[in-house]
């Protein structure tokens, strides 16, 4: 069972490139998440999307985008990536009835 | 001021012994309740949801008390297992918000 799978685990950046962090989910679920965990901070909410062609942003949008042209996937953007981005990046979806969370791995994401 | 607030801890407690964690939100509208388990390096599973009547699930029992806006986690014969860190969580509207958990660990 899948369930939700991000790629890559890790990467390593340096300042001002930019990368795509991809999360897809076989469950069939409507609604998806991308949030970071920083030491201190919990999860933090970056963007959301409650169906296919439907985005909005969370709590810390900045410096980053997303899409969902399809159910299974939510592909996160970072347009140049800053130090300040180095963080532990997790994709969630949900069925949105129960509001139950199923999170990916993680991609563990430094920027030098 | 955060939506959900936690205390951090550390709780280090005995094998057996019986842990309680609290959680505050400040939506007074929120309609979502749920306690998630975090082992270290890995992503957060649900441990179990919250409901305004209380519920419990074998040695694990939550509950909500809305008036005073706080959740509660009540853990019973801790085991060696249960170290993590247990993150409180609250849906408002189409929105998770994360409280930054409380690390457990259980001492032999």
């Known amino acids: 069972n899948a369930g939700v799978t991000q790629t890559p685990k890790f990467q390593v950046l340096k300042t001002g490139q930019s990368m795509t962090l991809q999360c897809a989910q076989d469950m069939n679920h409507e609604y998806m998440s991308w949030y970071r965990q920083d030491p201190g901070m919990g999860l933090r909410l970056i963007h959301y999307?409650?169906?296919?062609?439907?985005?909005d942003q969370g709590e810390v949008p900045n410096g980053y985008n997303v899409s969902r042209s399809t159910t299974e996937d939510f592909p996160l953007r970072l347009l140049s990536a800053a130090p300040s981005q180095t963080s532990v990046y997790f994709c969630?979806?949900?069925?949105?009835?129960?509001?139950?969370?199923?999170f990916g791995e993680g991609s563990r994401l430094t920027v030098l | 001021r955060k939506e959900v607030e936690q205390d951090p801890g550390p709780f280090n407690v005995p094998e057996g012994a019986t842990v309680a964690f609290n959680c505050t939100y400040s939506?007074?509208?929120?309609?979502?309740f749920f306690w998630y388990r975090q082992d270290c390096r890995k992503e957060p599973k649900l441990l179990m949801s919250?409901?305004?009547s209380g519920n419990e699930d074998g040695r694990f029992t939550a509950q909500l008390n809305r008036a005073s806006q706080y959740i509660s986690l009540l853990i019973r014969d801790s085991k060696l297992s249960d170290s993590a860190t247990y993150l409180c969580?609250?849906?408002?509207?189409?929105?998770?918000?994360f409280g930054t958990g409380t690390s457990l660990t259980v001492i032999p």
């Open positions: 969580v609250v849906l408002d509207g189409n929105q998770f918000y």
């Open positions: 969630a979806s949900s069925p949105g009835s129960t509001g139950e969370l199923f």
């Open positions: 999307s409650v169906g296919a062609g439907i985005t």
């Open positions: 939506n007074s509208a929120s309609q979502s």
């Open positions: 919250v409901y305004s």
